[in-house]
């Protein structure tokens, strides 16, 4: 089992920045894909961004690349999720996720383990 707890999240004021991270314990981490997703009121979990294990390579979802950075630090069991120039439309319930090797990585269903979610409200 892998437990996963985000912290970070807040309500900024567009044009702003928050950095989530999220903690995992349990298993070892450097052998975990790491996901981040969001999930807005109505709507279905989105995929954010995820970073291999090495955290040599991370890739976006087109609504939130060049916009937010994901990275890990291994020593210290953590994967962050920095967020600049947030928007209105990233208000949601931000959660990490984490599995072996999810296939594929970019979708909800691939992953077993996740966080309790953080919120993040963006006021215009």
């Known amino acids: 089992q892998v437990q996963l707890v985000e912290s970070g999240g807040g309500l900024v004021q567009a044009g702003g920045s928050l950095r989530l991270s999220c903690v995992a314990s349990?298993?070892?981490?450097?052998?975990?894909?790491m996901g981040w997703f969001r999930q807005a009121p109505g709507k279905g979990r989105e995929f954010v961004g995820g970073?291999?294990?090495?955290?040599?390579?991370?890739n976006y979802a087109d609504s939130v690349k060049g916009r937010f950075t994901i990275s890990r630090d291994n020593a210290k069991n953590t994967v962050y999720l920095q967020m600049n120039n947030l928007k209105p439309g990233d208000t949601a319930v931000y959660y990490c996720?984490?599995?072996?090797?999810?296939?594929?990585?970019?979708?909800?269903?691939?992953?077993?383990?996740w966080g309790q979610g953080t919120q993040v409200t963006v006021s215009s």
């Open positions: 996720a984490a599995d072996l090797r999810p296939i594929p990585y970019d979708r909800d269903y691939s992953y077993p383990y």
């Open positions: 970073i291999n294990w090495s955290g040599g390579t991370a």
């Open positions: 349990g298993r070892t981490f450097s052998d975990y894909f």
